[in-house]
């Protein structure tokens, strides 16, 4: 039991680090962000996102691959290749339709950052338990 404290307190402190980094007032400006990273280095790109190697982690160290912790994986998985795209359309093309162009202008709440902190732990949570 004390494991599965241990997993999902490790999970909320990465999940924390990840809101952190990509936090952003406007949807443009996040993509903006995990691009310099990109143009850094793919591999930094895909550091920016430690809770998903945690999650494979936890898959492998605990052999619990249940609903939720595939949940969690195919969100995780979601979420990455969703960036790279947009990356790839808005500045590797530079083709960017006028309704992904609306999309970038969206202001984003700062509470929604920390969506993840509750939802992605919660669901590990409930995978261990």
Same mark, same amino acid.
């Given at each position: ?33 995990? +691009? ?5 280095? *793919? ?9 998903? +190697?945690?999650?494979?982690?936890? =898959? ?16 995780? =998985? ?13 500045? *590797? ?26 939802? +992605? ?9």
């Amino acid at each position: 039991m004390e494991n599965i404290f241990l997993l999902t307190t490790v999970l909320i402190i990465l999940e924390l680090f990840e809101a952190i980094v990509q936090r952003a007032h406007i949807f443009g400006d996040i993509i903006k962000r995990l +691009y310099v990273w990109y143009h850094k280095s *793919i591999f930094l790109f895909f550091l920016a996102h430690p809770t998903f +190697y945690f999650t494979l982690f936890v =898959v492998i160290a605990t052999d619990i691959l249940n609903f939720s912790m595939v949940m969690i994986i195919a969100m995780k =998985v979601f979420d990455i290749f969703y960036k790279l795209e947009l990356i790839k359309v808005i500045y *590797i093309h530079q083709k960017v339709p006028d309704e992904l162009s609306a999309i970038l202008q969206w202001h984003i709440p700062s509470w929604f950052f920390f969506t993840g902190v509750i939802l +992605y732990p919660s669901l590990l949570f409930l995978a261990l338990a």
